[in-house]
């Protein structure tokens, strides 16, 4: 299996992507969203195997102080083999010298962040437009 980890988003297989998305259930996310919000992320980390885009993780930095990682996201085909480990690994790697570095994750994956050094935050705050959201993350 040739694994490969970079950030080249110029050459990417946006249906691939699209499919990674759709595989863990979240929907809408069109071929535009995956490219604007791609394109607006200034730390990637894109994994193929083969050529084939299998996994990813964005993040959003200022690049001094603050940043954000987003959809670390690994088709359910290669889960359980470290993949999104090795993800954040990547983008952690990349953000070694920000001050705080965020991160919103779904139900349930906790334990897994914590494994790489992350905890929760007493001050977070947060607006969710969609209600399902809403209920599901806010106090």
């Known amino acids: 299996m040739d694994l490969r980890i970079h950030s080249d988003f110029s050459k990417v ?3 691939e992507m699209k499919e990674i998305y759709s595989s863990v259930g979240w929907t809408k996310h069109t071929k535009e969203i995956i490219k604007q919000v791609f394109e607006a992320s200034n730390v990637i980390a894109l994994v193929t195997v083969n ?5 990813f993780g964005r993040a959003m930095t ?3 102080f603050n940043a954000a990682i987003y959809d670390v996201i690994v088709h359910p085909e290669f889960q359980k083999q470290g993949i999104a480990r090795q993800i954040m690994e990547y983008l952690l790697d990349k953000l070694s010298n920000i001050s705080c570095v965020h991160l919103i994750s779904i139900s349930g994956n906790e ?4 494994k790489l050094g992350l905890k929760r935050i ?13 209920s599901e993350y806010l106090e």
């Open 13 to 15: 297989n946006l249906d």
């Open 51 to 55: 050529g084939r885009i299998i996994g």
């Open 62 to 64: 200022d690049g001094v």
């Open 122 to 134: 007493k001050t977070g705050m947060a607006r969710y437009l969609n209600p399902n959201l809403a």
């Open 111 to 114: 334990d897994f962040y914590n």
